[in-house]
């Protein structure tokens, strides 16, 4: 069983419409996360990171934690087409601990 | 923001050669850099943790002789693939958390081609 795990896509939507992409891990010992989004040849970008259990909202973005489940959840509002690229969770132990990636979600928004 | 900034983008270099990667920490300073393998539609695998004054600790199944880290300074890690072969080409990234717990902040990436 990987650590983090992500369902590799590709997700397409409409553009105007929600994206909701999911994240499981398995180590309990992890309180960061993080949604990076990587475009093709380009590094990782940070999207939002999260440490307690809820919602976090930036912009467009919500981001959910559930610990007792062992969930990360992105949602992305108001889908634009330049949303297409790869979606990363990654999550950590602590705070400048190594982070640990899941495969990663490829999200295609349609026009 | 926090910036990390990675030199070369890219570097096309012949077998057997050595290629040496820049980290540098442009407006904080980091203790810990992380570097990463990509390959072509894989995830991210985490190759290194690089610590400022110390030795690198190194991924299980990561050569530490063929991968070379170096971390002298607080704001400049390096990376030196020794002697590459054409199954080193990938595409390597550096990250570092930033200095105000918010995220970990990539390098733009550095493409290498051994030919």
């Known amino acids: 069983q990987k650590e983090v795990e992500q369902n590799s896509g590709p997700l397409s939507v409409p553009e105007g419409a929600i994206a909701s992409l999911n994240c499981t891990y398995s180590?309990?010992?992890?309180?960061?996360f993080f949604w990076y989004r990587q475009y093709s040849g380009k590094s990782p970008e940070l999207i939002m990171s999260i440490y307690s259990n809820g919602d976090k909202e930036d912009g467009r973005f919500t981001a959910q934690l559930n610990k007792a489940s062992q969930y990360v959840s992105l949602l992305i509002r108001d889908s634009q087409p330049s949303d297409s690229a790869t979606y990363l969770c990654a999550g950590a132990k602590a705070a400048g601990n190594k982070l640990t990636f899941g495969g990663g979600t490829r999200v295609l928004v349609k026009p | 923001g926090a910036v990390v900034s990675q030199h070369p983008s890219w570097v096309i270099c012949k077998s057997g050669t050595s290629v040496k990667i820049e980290c540098r920490s442009l407006?904080?300073?980091?203790?810990?850099m992380f570097w990463y393998r990509q390959f072509p539609k894989q995830s991210l695998m985490l190759m290194a943790t690089s610590n400022e004054g110390s030795k690198a600790t190194y991924e299980q199944g990561v050569e530490k002789d063929k991968f070379l880290i170096n971390h002298a300074s607080l704001t400049l890690s390096t990376l030196t693939v020794t002697s590459a072969h054409p199954e080193d080409s990938s595409f390597y990234v550096c990250?570092?958390?930033?200095?105000?717990?918010?995220?970990?902040?990539f390098g733009s990436g550095t493409r290498l081609t051994v030919v």
């Open positions: 180590d309990r010992g992890s309180q960061s």
């Open positions: 990250s570092a958390q930033g200095p105000r717990d918010d995220g970990y902040t």
């Open positions: 407006d904080f300073q980091a203790t810990t």
